[in-house]
Structure formats: structure tokens, C-alpha cells
């Protein structure tokens, strides 16, 4: 049982199951000791409990996946039952396989079915081949006896074992035909053709159709091969056993007699066979008793002459088949002689003088008929030494009438196996050794077994025994090989059964001794086995069955059988009379005198004995299990003297369905033929063999120690007692480990585990990958949904501008006629009051100078009451008013148009202030970059400052060693003090630290929650806008109905707003253009990461600015001096906190200071300091502490200002206030600022480990800092890489997608040749020089992918092929210039650095895809127009007649002819579309060699095509088509040699067509031109010269046909022509295909400056590096 650890969780076992006897399941929880059931999951899903009272009741285990289907089962990790099952059903219905190795057994299932896998050059194939390096074939099998022979000078056999109907014979038929074929002798008619030919005899007379086979061997045979000193045959030698003659005069139901029966029944029609008296077989005793007469697929009269033709082969003569075939007739006459019984109680019978089978029977044989009669119902007995004649009773008399049948065709079949064997009797010459091949009956157990099956079973226990020791025997021999440490292995010895039958006192024994008894039955032979070995001696083997005293059973290895003793002693005895066998002897007939004759000179006979009337005293010898055990005994001996080499037949089901698996015939079967016992050895000692090298490369990564091929012994021994702690476990080799059963299993689970942790960790990356995309894809969605959006605003606005417009006239000229009569009222009631006034106001003079001061004030707070009072009555008055006006233009719509005049009222107060808005926007998006920028200098100071306090740390450190070494300095004593106070500094700092990374990790959450809800708001705003487009549609929908009529009129108003709409646009742009003009002008530069943050530049070398508020002394002069000004640090100080940390460092500290404030880790405590170096330590930690919390603060403040930004651009959005392009602009702007905070934060923490790592050195090893300034060799070369194209990693997928995958056809054409090539690999290049191998390799990788889907998409579409292919072919090039294998050989390249060696494969091989690609297009537009235009097409002038005489006959032949105008292909077709493929070729530069390989390769199939047409039509060979179709080739010779490409050999592959139009031209008349023919064709085979000879018709009565004579001359003539390079051939193959050379010329080094890349691209955000 393997290690309880492997049922866990998730392992497969499998479980017993009624119907397909086992079936596999899962385990879902894992197996502890104790339990008494296993929680198991089926197939189907069922859950099952699987009951376990120990743990030798655990369900086998399933076999890891990696042996799915293994083709030798002894591989199998867990070797048991249900594994072998599953393995073979696997291979036998999913694979197709019928063969598999099981160690040194193949396991052969009967397909039932005819496979392609026997011809010859299957046997060719296997031929010289190792057994272990072919899949299994019973051709292997061979090859390894035929090979073993020939190598170690051994005898050899080949075991063939199974039941009925496994294919025993088909196999040991393929056998002995590969050893024909390897084998094979120079005769005429030679041994191995002999060999075959004894198959259909032995076919014939010795197998028959049974219930489980049509054509079942009834005997057993083993034939010996003798092969000569040169491995060939030269002799054979066949031996039976044990034939079933109780066949001959008894068949069951449904099976039928032997074939060689029926076959002369069916032949009885031919001359001679009427003399044989033959009827049909259902009217012979013999043939009809099954009920089957045809075999369904045979044809018996067909199978008889194949026999014949054997018997011929095997030099039997005519005479002497008709001889045995008239033996053979007679036998089934005898069957039909009609015996009467008489007498009182029937103890007598009589046979009737005209009895007619009788008659014919004595005739064919040439006996006596009276005689034969007489003795078949008398027979003679001796009693006190006289001799008395007694008759048979009728029942007696008809047993030895069949016992006489029998008899006869037993000694048939004993002449017949003789003459074979005399026949394949070597001629001369020594056998030097032999392979054997056995074909013998498997283990059998029916319902009722008898003699026969007992016998069978008996040979099968002898066989099983001496294949149980032989596996024992080789597995110790591997074990002694690879000189392990083994112990001897148990295994099952059937020995106890084997003496239980051939032992003394024995089954045998005692039937024998019943033989020999003159009152000797079945009962009581069964009585006395009970006695001997029940009672006197029980016999574990033996038993009794409960309900039979007539029966008995047998334990054999394979199963249970119980037999029936009714007939053993019969069929044992199988005697005939003695007078009847002296009649036959004096037959007539010289074989039937032969036969019998040969009995009376052996002393024993093979298959039976001849009962004489004194019984003989050595009669035990002569019956059948005597004989048999005699030459089972030989055979054994025989086969221990050889190498055995096993095959086992399996049947599959007993329907004899086709590739049909049942798997309770099967497991019976494998438990029967032992495969299984060999499954049991293996599995008893290391049935898991691996070489090392083997096991190396499947469990490399659970090695430890050297990762190479050639120490993988090393590398085994070394782990493997990490992985498996018990040793006993496995075993290491010389050139294998072992291991015992289930640790592969043990080991694949830890693979699959570390697999799975791998797999984890890629899928995260992968995953990741895949947010990104799905990020980038909601973002390009985002944007749609805004452009749609912005849209339907901007009409909205048009309309509400619309409205407001009319609302403005309106009031305009309601406030103009209101105001006027006002102004008229009070200047009347002014005047009027002042003519009433003017005296009293004179008087009172005085007083009102008094007062005036307090009147002016009242006056002001009273008139602006009045004035709002009026307002808001004027307010009124107008919204009166417009109710008025619009209630007379359309009363219908008055509530309508109030509501829309109310929508109009809010939206124009909406949009009050909008410009307002949009620039205090603009202001704090100039703000945040000049923050950026800040950050951004601060940060190079940062680094100037570093570099410089590094270089003043140098100095430092260097004068205190040279203080040191000019005095020697005591020992600094530290006091407790200054102990106790550097342990609370550290303390202190280091509570800190962890306050700050909480602060840290609060801010973490806090920016994810911001995060969150920037998500939910961008969520919010589409569904808000995805309902206002509804409300829109809907409303409008409404609408238009009742505004239709106003159309023509608001048609005129709105094109009138939508020009004002476009010249206000136009002035937003006009303004946004010249404050960037004013930028420019002022002197404004960014940085390489100011530009990136920027938006999307016009073009890679012209950065875009940000708005003037950005403009600040800090951006026009970023630190001029190493301490600024007061002013300038108070800015800095304002707008980034970060500076704070900066402007410490322009203090008075030193630079000692300045270097420990940087750091951000505590110093080593085991370090010895000074003093003072307690205080600046914690000085620094302070700093660096208050400048991390000021760090946070601002970015925690910045994330609050994006998120409020973005909040307020949500809410603008939702109101539709905010034009479109300030939208995307404010998108891309707070996008670039998370991602500028999120690199300038990258790089703060790589400047603070920079400067503690030197911090550390200068501390420990003063001197790395002195060798620091050293930089790697490889480095000065990578830096002096210049104009490449830097690719941002978020700007693959849309490098990838406009260079290649979504680039237009128009476009693509109309760049420079190979431009997509060269910017891709510039970017791959600058990846690879700044050190991101990862980006190289990807990009690369993504390129290439990308332009196997481009060829993909334009597949057919030669100009786009050829583009990719010069693209695919130069990227390829350059790549190969820049590899360290071609630079080495050049100082001006540097190399790359990134190892891609396997993309370069990729491209070489997507080059011959896109050059195989651009001719199959080429060729399939040729494929059609070949013919017509080549050889049907009229361009010469004057040549009409016979262009209408093709078309007419082409009639006649009932095709649909071509139309000969001018849509019909011509000359011209073809060299247009050879004019597209030249000119796609030329336009993008591919060299010229590859194109004259692309067109050598089209007119090949140009020719072949022509040739091929012409050699089947008729009506092509005269002698005016070929002046036309020479004309027509000579057009396409001068367009390829104008064009230069004869070079390639383009014009050459015409050669063959060239001379088959001039064999069609010349003269064929005298032996001269037969000469000048012969000498001019030298392209043609001589097949193809008499076919367009023997085709060749006259096109006018002056032309003549080609006589006979001349055709035979010329042939004569090719006889003695030597054609060793023309092959024989009729037919070209236009599928020849001519490997393609890409020439390998090194591109110019490339320059970004020299590529002009087109707008249209869109690649702009591409930077030159």
C-alpha cells in the first residue's frame, strides 16, 4: 500500500463497481488514521463513502496525469489492477492504439477492425529500430527476436497467447511475414514466401468459426524459423498440439466444421470437384449441426483457391490435392451413412446395402464398401485365445462411425503439418539459429468445460509457470545490472497446481489408470479423485462441487473452473477399431494407404490409438493426455533453450464490434493471461525506473546543486533524500533510479505543488496585466461616452442661446418703451412741481443747506430701495409681458413654451460665471505644474547637494585617517552615560520611525478610500449622463411632432447661433495659442519628466507648456549657486514642503551633518562611535523624521486637492457647463500628476538608499567609496548608444496597435519601406540600453505577435504581405546585426543586452509563413488562369480556327467552355498578377535573390500545371497549339529576363514545357528526327515523350498522325539514353515546393534622426532619447 500521505485532498483512487469493474473517484477530504470511510467524489459528482476498517482497505490510487496513456504499463507509478484497465482503455479508444508494452509482454487488442499499419513501409520503419525507442507493434516484437538472434547468436520464440477470437493468428501471421520481409532470400520462389503460403493450408484445416470468433485456431502450432549465417531464411519447421477432432463430427450452435468443409462445398460447381459427389453443407451431418453455414465477409470459393495456390506454392502437386481433397469429401460422406439399429432391445444395428454415402465414401477412399459396413456395427474380441466377432449396438456403432471420422482427419491433418514441414525443410546450407513463434490456445472457461479445456488450461499453467520464473529471471538480472542492493523477490508458483494435474497419482495419472480398467467410466475416474485427493490428501487446488458428484474443480492461477467429467475417458482413449484401419490401409488411394500405413511403423500415434481386439500392454502411452503432456514437456523444454518473447492477445468484447472496449471480458482476460502477475513482480521490487538524464529534465526544479545536464547523477543523489526521507524508497543505479511503487506519484505532487506557487505568483503578474487593459479600455470607453456627452450638451447649449437670444430682443424692446414713459411721467411731474416749488424753495433756502448733508444719505438708501422695488415691478412686468406675446403666438403651447422658458431662465443663470470658472480651473491646473516643476528642481539639487557632501564626507574621512596614523589615538572610553544615551536616542527614533509608518499606512487607506470614491463618482457621472441622453431623446422625441411646423424658421435661428457658437470656439483657441506663444517667448523649458506630465505633445521634440502662472524665478533659474537667495528659498519653502529637508542643508551644518541627514536607517550598534556622533545621529533621525512627515502632509494635502479638483470637474460635468476639450485636458492632467507623484516618490526612496548604503561603506570600508567611481565594462558601451525612441511601458499596447494591428492599407503602403521595422526595434534598443530587459523582450515579443495577426488579417492581400514580410525579414536582420555573436565581430555595434535568441528563431520563422503566405496568394490566383491563358488563350493574329475547334470539342466533352472574347484569361492575366507580386516585392526593397526564389518557385508550378494539362488533353497536342503555346511561353521568358529575374532560375523550370511545344513542332516522320528529338527533350522523361507522342493529333489534313513505328523507335532511342537526372515520372508535382534562403545582409546603423515618420502614424508620444 503506498505512503498514507498521498490520500490527501484532491488525489484519485479507484473503487470496485459492478458494471465497468472499477471506476475512478476523487477524494474531497483528507485520510487520517482511525477512520473507517474515505469521503470520495465519482465521476458524475455522486458522493460516496467508502468504507475503510484498515488500511489495507484503502482504494488504490489513481496514477498522476503524466502517465495518461503510458505505452508500457511496468511505468505506471501504481501498479494494481485498475491501472492496467485504464491504461489500456485509454490507448485502445482515445489513441487508437492497439498495442502496449507491459515490460516484455505486448498486450495486443483485437480491433476488429483493418488499420493501415502492416504495409511495408511500416515494416521498413521498424526494421533495425530498438524496441524501446518505436511505440508498440507487434512488428517491434519482432524486430527485437530477429535483432537479439542475429547480435548474441541465440535461439528465439515469440509466445502468442489468448482466447478465442483475441487474434492470435493475425498476429502470428504479421510475424512471420516481417520475418519474410526482413529476412527475405534471393529465389524465385523462396523459404519465406513458403512460410506465408502455409498460412492459408493451416487456415483451412485447422481453424474454424466459433461463438467468439469467425476464425478460430483449433490447435496449437509453433513454427521454427531457421535463419542462415546472413540473417535470411532458409528453412521451417511447424509442430501441432492437441487438435480438436471432436469437432469434426460435432459442432455447438452457431459455430461451424473447418473451413476447408464448406470451402469444397462451395466449389463443388467447378470440373473438378463433381466427382467428389459434393451437396450443399446444410445436407451433411458433419456441417449442419451449428446452424451457420456463410461466414458474413468470405467467400469460401475465393479462400479454396487460395489454398490451392498455397499447396501449389509448397510443391504439392494437383493430383495430390485432389487426393486430400477427396479424403476430406469422404470424411463428410461417412458422416451422413445411415446406421439402423434392430433387435429386441436395439443391441445390434445394420447399415443397408444401398446405402448411397456409404457407397461414395468407399469409392472416394478405394475401399471396400460391404467391408466397411460390416466392421463399422461388428467388432472383435479375443477371449481364451479365441477370436469372436460381436455386434454393435446402434448407439456404439455411430460413436465409432465418428470415431473413424476423427481418426481420419487427424492423420489428414498429421500428413498434411509433414508435408509442410518437408517443404520448408532447408535445401542446403546449416540453420545457425531459429526463432520460434507459438500460437496456442489462451486460458478457457465456458459454461460447461470438458477434455479439451482441461488440456488447454493444463498447457496454459505450464506456459504461466515458465513466464512467471522468466519476468523473475529479468528483473533480477536489472537489479544485478545497475548493482543494486536487492532482495529476493516472492512471486506465485502455480507449481502445486501443475503436480496436482501431471504428478504422480495425479489427475492424469488416475485417468490413465481408468483407461486401462476393462469397466472404466467417468464416475468412477471422478470417485477416486474425490478419494485421493479429498479425503486421503486434500489439495488446496482441488474441490468438490456442492451440487454435482459428476464434476470437480480446479484452482488455476487465472480463475476457478469447474469441469465435467461426462466423455474424459473417451476423449482420452480416443481409440478406433483395428479392422477399420486395415480396410483403409488397403485402400486403393496411395495417400490413404500412406496415412494409415505410417501408423502401423510409429509406435505411438499422435492424436489417439487403434483399439486391437488383445489390449495392448503399453497402451497408457498411447492416449491423448499422455501424448500431450509428452509434447507440452518438449515444447517447454524448447522454449526454455530460447529468449522468450510474450505477446498477449486480448479480446475486447464479444460482439466483435470495432474499437468497442468492455471492461469486465478484458480484466478477465489480463488476470488469465498474466499480465497482471507481471504487473505483481514489477510492482514487488522498483517497477519506476528513471535514467538520470530523464529524471533530471522532468524534476529539474526540485534539484538543488549544479542545474546541468551532465551532472544530473549528481544532482539526484543529492536531493532526492531531501524529497523522500525513507531510502527504502528508491535505490540509485549505474544509470537508473528506482523507485518503489507510488513515490512518482509522491514526486509529481510535489512538482505539481511547486508548478502551482509558480502559477500563482504568474498569474498575478498576468492579472495585473489584464486590470491594466481593462483600465485602458474603461478609459478609451470614458472618453466615447464623453465625446457623445459633450455633444448633446453643445446642442443644448445651441438651443438655450437660441432662446436667450429671442428673450434679449424681447426685452429690449419692452424695457426701452417702459423706461421712456417713465422718464416722460416724472419730467412732466418734475416740471410741474417745480413751477409750484421754485418760489417756496428760494425761501427756504437757507434751511435746506442746513439739512442737505442728512437728505443726501436718506436719499441714497431710499433710492436704492425704490430701485429694486422698480426692478423687481419691472421683473414682473416682463414676465407678463412674454406671457402675453408668446400666448398670442401659440396659445396651444402656452404651458409648454412657460416650461421651456423657465428651462432657458435656469440654464442661463447656470451658466453665469462659466468663463469665470474655466480660468480660476486653468489657474489651479498652472498651479499644480508649477509644484510638479518645484519638486522636480528640488529634487536635482537634491542629487547636486548628495554628490557634493559625498565628495566633502571623502575628504573628511581621509584627513581623520591621516590623523590617525600620524598619532595614535588611546582607545575611546565611553562612559554608561553616553551608553545610556545612545540606547534612548535609538529608542526614541525607533518609536518614531513606527509612528510615522502608521501615519504612513492611515494615509495608505485614506488614498485608497480616495481612490474608491473617485470611482464611484466616475460611475455616478456616466449613469447621470447615460439618463440625461434618455431624457433628451425622450423630450425631443415628444417634441418634434408640434415643432415641426416652426422648422424652417428655427432652421435659419439656429444656423445664426451655431456661427456665433463657432467664432467664440474659435476665439478660446485663438487665446489658449497665444498664451503659449507667451510662454515660449519668455524662455520656458521643462524637464524630460515636466514633459510627461504635460499634455500630449505635438510632436516628440516640442514639449507643450503649461500657463503662465507656472512661470515663477525658480523655473527660470533653478539654483544658480549652491545657497539662494532668502527670496527664493521663502518660495520654494511655499510651494513644496519637500523643500524644508533642502533648505536645512543651506545652513551652517557640515557636511558630516548633511550626509547623516539623509539617512533613514539607525546605525549598527556593534559599530564603535565617537562621542559626538550620539548627537548627530540623532539629529539626523529627527530630520529625516520631520521631513518624512512633512513629505506625507503634502502628498496626503496634494491628494485632496486632485480629489477636490476632480469633484468639482465631476459636478461641472454633470451640470454640462465645461466645454469637452477642457474635460480631456483636465482628465489627462490629474492623471499625469498621480503618476508623476508616484515616480518622483520611487525615486526620493532610491536617492535615500543610495545615500545609506554609502553612508554604510564610508563606515565600514572607507575605501569602496574610492572604488565606486568604476563603473562594469559593459556600461560605457551601453551609454554611448545614441538616437533610439523611447516607448513608455503604458504606451506599448498603442505603439503595437497604430504601427501595426490597426494601421490602414493606404497608410501602410505609403510609408518608406521597412519604417515599422526600424521604429520597433529603436524602442526595443533603448529598452534595452536603459536596463529594462523585461520592456525589451516584451515589446519585441508583442511585436512579433503582433505581426503574425497582421499577416493573418491580410491573407490576401499581396501588397500587405509583402509589406509584413520585408518588416518581419528586416526586424529580423537587425536583431541578428545586434546579437553578441555578430558584434563580437564588429567594435562599431554595441550588443544587446537582452538575451533574445528565441524571438529571432520566431521571426525566421515567420518570415517563410509570410514568404509561403505571399506565393500561396500568388498561386491561387494563377491556379485558374494557368491553363487557359497559357495553353488555351489565341494571341497569335491568324490562329482563330483553332481556338473555335478547342472550344467546340471542349463542348462535345460536356465541360463548359471558357469564352474566347475578352473576358477570357489571357497571357495578360498571368503577367499581371506576376506584375503585382514584382511590383509589391520591389516597392518594399526585398533583395533580389528572395525575389527570384519566389518567382522560380511560380513558374514551376506555372510549368508543371501547363505540362500536367497537356499530357491529359488531346486536343492540345498539334502542331499549331504549340507554335501558340510557345508563343505565349516565350512572352512570360522575356517579361522575367526585362524584369532580371532569369538569374534565380525562373526560366530554366520552363525547360521541360519549352520542349514539350518543340516535341509537338518538330518534324516525327524519319529516324533522323527520332534522333534530333531524343537529343533536343533531355528535360523529359521517356514516360512523358511517348505520352504527348501516342497524344499527338493532326490539326489539318496537311499535318499526320505519329505512326507506331516512329513511337517505337524513339522509345528505343530513350533506352539507351542515360536519365539519372530525369526522373522517371509521368505526372510533375505541382506541389513541389523549393526551400527558401533569406539572405543575410547587415542593415545601416539606424538613427532616429534619419527616420521621417508621418503624422498619420500617431505616434507622437514617442520620445528621441
Keep these: 500500500m503506498a505512503s498514507l500521505e498521498l490520500y490527501s485532498k484532491g488525489a484519485s483512487v479507484w473503487i470496485p463497481d459492478p458494471d465497468a469493474v472499477w471506476v475512478s473517484a476523487q477524494i474531497l477530504k483528507d485520510y487520517s488514521p482511525g477512520e473507517t470511510h474515505l469521503l470520495l467524489q465519482l465521476s458524475d459528482g455522486q458522493k460516496v463513502q467508502y468504507p475503510v476498517e484498515t488500511t489495507s482497505d484503502l482504494p488504490p490510487l489513481g496514477n498522476p496525469d503524466i502517465l495518461e496513456g503510458e505505452n508500457d504499463l511496468t511505468a505506471l507509478s501504481f501498479l494494481h489492477e485498475p491501472a492496467v484497465l485504464h491504461n489500456l482503455r485509454v490507448r485502445f479508444l482515445d489513441y487508437s492504439s492497439i498495442y502496449t508494452y507491459c515490460g516484455i509482454v505486448l498486450v495486443a487488442i483485437n480491433p476488429y477492425d483493418q488499420l493501415p499499419i502492416y504495409g511495408e513501409e511500416v515494416i521498413d520503419a521498424y526494421s533495425g529500430q530498438d524496441m524501446g525507442d518505436m511505440e508498440p507493434h507487434i512488428f517491434s516484437v519482432a524486430e527485437e527476436a530477429y535483432r537479439t538472434m542475429t547480435r548474441e547468436e541465440n535461439n528465439q520464440s515469440i509466445i502468442i497467447s489468448g482466447e478465442s477470437g483475441s487474434g492470435k493468428t493475425v498476429s502470428a501471421k504479421f510475424t512471420m511475414r516481417y520475418f519474410a520481409v526482413v529476412g527475405g532470400a534471393a529465389q524465385q520462389t523462396s523459404v519465406e514466401e513458403r512460410v506465408l503460403a502455409s498460412n492459408p493450408i493451416m487456415e483451412s484445416i485447422g481453424n474454424a468459426k466459433t461463438t467468439r470468433n469467425d476464425n478460430s485456431s483449433r490447435f496449437g502450432k509453433y513454427i521454427e524459423i531457421g535463419f542462415g549465417r546472413k540473417g535470411d531464411i532458409i528453412a521451417a519447421n511447424m509442430r501441432t498440439y492437441l487438435l480438436e477432432k471432436s469437432r469434426v463430427v460435432f459442432q455447438a450452435s452457431a459455430e461451424r466444421n473447418y473451413h476447408i468443409f464448406y470451402q469444397l462445398c462451395a466449389s463443388r460447381e467447378l470440373p473438378e470437384m463433381r466427382s467428389l459427389k459434393l451437396n450443399a453443407p446444410d445436407h451433411f451431418r458433419y456441417t449442419n449441426q451449428g446452424g451457420e453455414m456463410q461466414i458474413p465477409g468470405t467467400d469460401d470459393v475465393a479462400d479454396l483457391e487460395r489454398t490451392r495456390n498455397a499447396f501449389t506454392i509448397l510443391g504439392v502437386q494437383p493430383d495430390q490435392q485432389m487426393e486430400l481433397f477427396r479424403i476430406l469429401s469422404a470424411v463428410l460422406h461417412l458422416g451422413n451413412v445411415n ?38 456395427c461388428h467388432r472383435r474380441l479375443a477371449i481364451g485365445g479365441e477370436m469372436l466377432v460381436k455386434p454393435m449396438a446402434g448407439q456404439q456403432a455411430l460413436e465409432a462411425r465418428d470415431a473413424l471420422a476423427k481418426h481420419i482427419y487427424g492423420q489428414l491433418f498429421t500428413w498434411t503439418v509433414q508435408r509442410l514441414n518437408s517443404a520448408l525443410r532447408t535445401q542446403g546450407g546449416k540453420t545457425k539459429s531459429f526463432i520460434g513463434v507459438l500460437d496456442i490456445y489462451g486460458f478457457e472457461t465456458f459454461d460447461r468445460n470438458s477434455f479439451e479445456q482441461f488440456c488447454i488450461n493444463y498447457a496454459n499453467e505450464k506456459l504461466q509457470q515458465q513466464f512467471n520464473r522468466h519476468v523473475f529471471h529479468l528483473e533480477q538480472e536489472e537489479y544485478i545490472r545497475e548493482e543494486l542492493a536487492w532482495s529476493r523477490i516472492e512471486f506465485s508458483d502455480n507449481q502445486q497446481c501443475i503436480n496436482l494435474i501431471e504428478g504422480q497419482l495425479g489427475l492424469f495419472d488416475l485417468l490413465d489408470e481408468e483407461c486401462r480398467m476393462p469397466k472404466g467410466s467417468d464416475e468412477s475416474w471422478v470417485r477416486k479423485l474425490y478419494d485421493q485427493h479429498l479425503t486421503s490428501k486434500p489439495h488446496p487446488h482441488f474441490r468438490k462441487p456442492r451440487m454435482s458428484n459428476s464434476a470437480f474443480i480446479i484452482l488455476h492461477f487465472a480463475d476457478t473452473v469447474q469441469y465435467e467429467c461426462d466423455s474424459f475417458l473417451d476423449k482420452n482413449r480416443d481409440t478406433v477399431f483395428e479392422e477399420l484401419i486395415n480396410i483403409l490401409k488397403a485402400s486403393q488411394s496411395e495417400l490413404v494407404a500412406e496415412l494409415f500405413q505410417q501408423q502401423g511403423n510409429v509406435p505411438s500415434v499422435a492424436n489417439g490409438s487403434v483399439r486391437t481386439g488383445k489390449r495392448a500392454v503399453r497402451e497408457h502411452k498411447l492416449t491423448v493426455g499422455f501424448q500431450f503432456r509428452q509434447s507440452l ?267 421651456e422658458a423657465r428651462s432657458v431662465e435656469k440654464y442661463r443663470e447656470l451658466n453665469k460665471g462659466m468663463e469665470v470658472k474655466l480660468m480660476q480651473l486653468q489657474l489651479k491646473a498652472d498651479h499644480e505644474a508649477r509644484e510638479s516643476a518645484a519638486l522636480r528642481e528640488t529634487l536635482h539639487a537634491e542629487r547636486d547637494a548628495s554628490g557634493a557632501e559625498l565628495e566633502a564626507l571623502r575628504v573628511t574621512i581621509q584627513k581623520l585617517e591621516s590623523q590617525k596614523q600620524e598619532k595614535p589615538q588611546p582607545s575611546p572610553i565611553i562612559s554608561e552615560k553616553e551608553v545610556e544615551e545612545r540606547r534612548r536616542a535609538e529608542e526614541k527614533a525607533a518609536r ?352 512579433v505577435t503582433a505581426m503574425k495577426a497582421a499577416l493573418k488579417k491580410h491573407s490576401n492581400d499581396v501588397d500587405m504581405s509583402a509589406l509584413w514580410l520585408k518588416n518581419v525579414c528586416l526586424l529580423h536582420d537587425l536583431l541578428i546585426q545586434h546579437s553578441p555573436k555578430q558584434t563580437l565581430e564588429s567594435d562599431d555595434l554595441v550588443p544587446l543586452n537582452t538575451d533574445l535568441s528565441d524571438l529571432i528563431r520566431t521571426l525566421s520563422d515567420l518570415c517563410i509563413q509570410a514568404y509561403q503566405q505571399l506565393l500561396s496568394i500568388s498561386e491561387k490566383r494563377l491556379q485558374n488562369i494557368i491553363v487557359p491563358a497559357l495553353l488555351e488563350s489565341e494571341t497569335i493574329p491568324g490562329l482563330s480556327a483553332s481556338a473555335s475547334k478547342l472550344v467546340t470539342s471542349r463542348k462535345r466533352a460536356g465541360s463548359d467552355p471558357r469564352p474566347v472574347g475578352r473576358d477570357a484569361p489571357t497571357m495578360a492575366s498571368v503577367q499581371r498578377e506576376l506584375g503585382a507580386l514584382h511590383t509589391a516585392l520591389t516597392h518594399q526593397a526585398l533583395p533580389p535573390t528572395l525575389m527570384e526564389q519566389a518567382f522560380h518557385q511560380l513558374t514551376y508550378l506555372i510549368s508543371a500545371s501547363a505540362l500536367n494539362s497537356l499530357l491529359l488533353k488531346k486536343d492540345m497536342c498539334n502542331c499549331s497549339r504549340g507554335m501558340q503555346i510557345r508563343y505565349n511561353v516565350s512572352l512570360l521568358e522575356e517579361w522575367l529576363r526585362s524584369r532580371g529575374l532569369q538569374a534565380g532560375g525562373a526560366v530554366a523550370t520552363l ?115
Excluded at 445390434?348 to 475401399?367: E, N, W
Excluded at 437757507?846 to 422698480?870: D, F, I, M, P
Excluded at 510627461?1092 to 549657486?1121: G, W
Excluded at 539607525?1162 to 518624512?1188: I, Q, T, W
Aim: glycine share 4%; proline share 5%.
Design 633 to 899: 514437456q518438449m515444447l517447454m523444454d524448447t522454449l526454455n533453450s530460447t529468449t522468450p518473447h510474450y505477446v498477449r492477445c486480448i479480446k475486447p468484447n464479444d460482439l466483435k464490434e470495432p474499437f468497442m472496449f468492455d471492461p469486465r471480458r478484458t480484466v478477465q482476460q489480463l488476470r488469465a493471461c498474466g499480465v497482471l502477475e507481471t504487473i505483481r513482480i514489477s510492482a514487488a521490487g522498483y517497477p519506476s525506473r528513471w535514467t538520470y538524464e530523464e529524471f533530471f529534465s522532468r524534476y529539474r526544479l526540485l534539484l538543488r546543486g549544479p542545474q546541468s545536464q551532465d551532472q544530473a547523477q549528481a544532482s539526484c543523489r543529492q536531493t532526492l533524500p531531501e524529497l523522500i526521507p525513507d531510502q527504502d524508497q528508491y535505490c540509485f543505479g549505474k544509470t537508473k533510479v528506482f523507485f518503489r511503487a507510488g513515490q512518482v506519484a509522491f514526486l509529481e505532487r510535489l512538482r505539481s505543488e511547486r508548478l502551482r506557487v509558480a502559477a500563482v505568483i504568474i498569474q498575478s503578474r498576468v492579472k495585473g496585466w489584464l486590470a491594466k487593459i481593462r483600465y485602458t479600455r474603461i478609459c478609451w470607453a470614458t472618453v466615447t461616452i464623453q465625446r457623445y456627452s459633450r455633444g448633446a450638451l453643445a446642442r443644448r447649449l445651441a438651443l438655450t442661446l437660441r432662446y436667450t437670444k429671442s428673450a434679449l430682443v424681447i426685452q429690449k424692446t419692452y424695457r426701452m418703451v417702459v423706461v421712456r414713459q417713465l422718464f416722460l411721467m416724472i419730467r412732466q411731474a418734475t416740471i410741474s412741481i417745480q413751477a409750484f416749488t421754485r418760489g417756496t424753495l428760494a425761501r427756504r433756502r437757507y434751511r435746506q443747506l442746513v439739512v442737505e448733508h442728512a437728505a443726501v444719505l436718506l436719499q441714497a438708501s431710499v433710492r436704492g430701495w425704490l430701485a429694486r422695488k422698480a426692478y423687481r415691478r419691472v421683473h414682473a412686468t416682463v414676465v407678463f409681458m412674454q406671457c402675453c406675446v408668446r400666448r398670442r403666438a401659440a396659445r396651444r403651447e402656452l404651458m409648454k413654451l412657460k416650461t
Design 339 to 376: 446406421i439402423q439399429a434392430s433387435g429386441r432391445s436395439a443391441e445390434r444395428s445394420y447399415i443397408d446395402a444401398d446405402d448411397r454415402s456409404l457407397a461414395v465414401f468407399s469409392k472416394l477412399l478405394g475401399v471396400e464398401g460391404p467391408q466397411m459396413a460390416h466392421w463399422l
Design 992 to 1343: 518614531e520611525i513606527f509612528q510615522l509608518t502608521q501615519e504612513l499606512q492611515a494615509l495608505q487607506r485614506e488614498m485608497d478610500s480616495f481612490c474608491k470614491e473617485r470611482e464611484d463618482l466616475s460611475a455616478q457621472l456616466v449613469e447621470q449622463e447615460k439618463t440625461q441622453e434618455e431624457c433628451v431623446q425622450q423630450s425631443v422625441s415628444q417634441a418634434c411632432a408640434a415643432l415641426r411646423a416652426e422648422l424652417d424658421e428655427e432652421r435659419r435661428k439656429y444656423q445664426g447661433l451655431l456661427r456665433e457658437f463657432t467664432r467664440l470656439e474659435q476665439r478660446y483657441d485663438n487665446l489658449r495659442e497665444m498664451s503659449l506663444l507667451t510662454e515660449r517667448t519668455q524662455g520656458h523649458r521643462r524637464t524630460d519628466s515636466a514633459q510627461s506630465l504635460s499634455f500630449e505633445p505635438l510632436s516628440p521634440s516640442i514639449p507643450t507648456p503649461l500657463s503662465p502662472q507656472s512661470l515663477t524665478p525658480l523655473s527660470l533659474s533653478p539654483f544658480p549657486s549652491a545657497y539662494p537667495s532668502p527670496e527664493i528659498v521663502r518660495k520654494v519653502s511655499v510651494t513644496s514642503p519637500s523643500f524644508e529637508r533642502k533648505f536645512s542643508t543651506w545652513g551652517s551644518e557640515t557636511p558630516m551633518d548633511q550626509l547623516m541627514e539623509r539617512m533613514d536607517v539607525a546605525k549598527d550598534p556593534a559599530v564603535k562611535m565617537k562621542g559626538e556622533d550620539l548627537a548627530h545621529a540623532y539629529d539626523a533621525v529627527r530630520v529625516a523624521n520631520k521631513f518624512l512627515e512633512s513629505q506625507l502632509r503634502g502628498q496626503q494635502s496634494q491628494w485632496e486637492g486632485d480629489l477636490e479638483a476632480l469633484r468639482s470637474q465631476l459636478n461641472q460635468a454633470i451640470s454640462g457647463s465645461s466645454s469637452t476639450a477642457e474635460r480631456q485636458n483636465l482628465q489627462e492632467l490629474l492623471e499625469a500628476r498621480e503618476q508623476e507623484c508616484v515616480r518622483l516618490r520611487r525615486e526620493l526612496k532610491d536617492l535615500r538608499g543610495t545615500v545609506s548604503l554609502r553612508r554604510i561603506l564610508a563606515q565600514v570600508l572607507p575605501s569602496a567609496l574610492t572604488t565606486e567611481a568604476s563603473p562594469a565594462p559593459s556600461q560605457p558601451k551601453s551609454a554611448a548608444v545614441s538616437g533610439l525612441l523611447e516607448c513608455r511601458k503604458r504606451d506599448e499596447n498603442k505603439l503595437i496597435k497604430n504601427l501595426i494591428t490597426d494601421i490602414r492599407v493606404d497608410s501602410a503602403l505609403s510609408l518608406p519601406p521597412g519604417l515599422p521595422a526600424r521604429v520597433l526595434f529603436l524602442c526595443v534598443r533603448q529598452a534595452d540600453c536603459s536596463g529594462d530587459q523585461t520592456q525589451a523582450r516584451s515589446l519585441c515579443s508583442a511585436a
Design 1551 to 1665: 525547360e521541360p514545357l519549352i520542349q514539350a511545344v518543340k516535341l509537338l513542332q518538330a518534324g516525327k516522320k524519319t529516324e533522323t528526327d527520332a534522333q534530333a528529338l531524343v537529343q533536343t527533350c533531355t528535360a523529359l522523361s521517356s514516360q512523358q515523350i511517348s505520352k504527348i507522342l501516342t497524344l499527338y493529333s493532326p490539326h489539318s489534313d496537311l499535318d499526320e498522325r505519329v505512326t507506331v513505328n516512329f513511337i517505337r523507335m524513339v522509345q528505343g532511342l530513350l533506352k539507351g539514353r542515360s536519365d539519372s537526372q530525369t526522373p522517371q515520372i509521368l505526372m510533375m508535382d505541382v506541389r513541389r515546393v523549393f526551400p527558401v534562403t533569406f539572405p543575410y545582409s547587415p542593415p545601416p546603423v539606424l538613427h532616429a534622426e534619419q527616420l521621417v515618420i508621418p503624422d498619420s502614424l500617431k505616434i507622437s508620444f514617442l520620445r528621441r532619447a
